[in-house]
């Protein structure tokens, strides 16, 4: 700014927001993602519904929503896309009728398989190590608490 000395940055200056490069970095690192995921037929939020559902087999809508953080109206799109693809199965609970429980289709634990070279494949598109990658891991979620501890 005009009047500041040359060695004190604009705390408003583009390049200096946090948030411009969560933004920048997280549509460039999805844009990564999406020539993997599209011969499997899934989007990134579809890949992360099914990461959840590999790692705890059955899961209810309300526990992927939470999971996930995502509402249930947003992921309700993405389940009946996905159970149409026949890659998951949406059944009432039966320890408790209120709850809509997700498992996994066999054809979803087939593509399990395939699913296991992304991370390595991601790792070499970005040209970043595993340590580098745990750290960058580590960084967000600890952002990822401190924002959610902030009244609303």
Not at 77 to 94: H, Q, T, W
Request: net charge negative.
């Amino acid at each position: 700014m005009a009047g500041d000395p040359p060695d004190v940055p604009d705390p408003l200056a583009l390049e200096n927001q946090v948030c411009f490069a969560l933004v920048v970095a997280s549509r460039t690192v999805l844009a990564h993602y999406r020539p993997i995921l599209e011969p499997m037929g899934l989007t990134h939020p579809q890949y992360l519904v099914m990461l959840a559902l590999w790692e705890h087999r059955q899961l209810s809508v309300k526990e992927l929503s939470r999971l996930l953080q995502l509402d249930p109206g947003t992921l309700s799109p993405l389940l009946k896309r996905l159970e149409a693809a026949d890659l998951i199965r949406r059944e009432r609970d039966v320890r408790d009728e209120r709850l809509l429980a997700v498992t996994v289709t066999p054809a979803g634990r087939a593509l399990r398989e395939r699913a296991e070279e992304i991370p390595a494949t991601i790792m070499e598109r970005l040209g970043m190590s595993l340590e580098e990658l745990r750290d960058l891991h580590r960084t967000l979620t600890r952002v990822i608490a401190a924002a959610g501890d902030l009244p609303a």
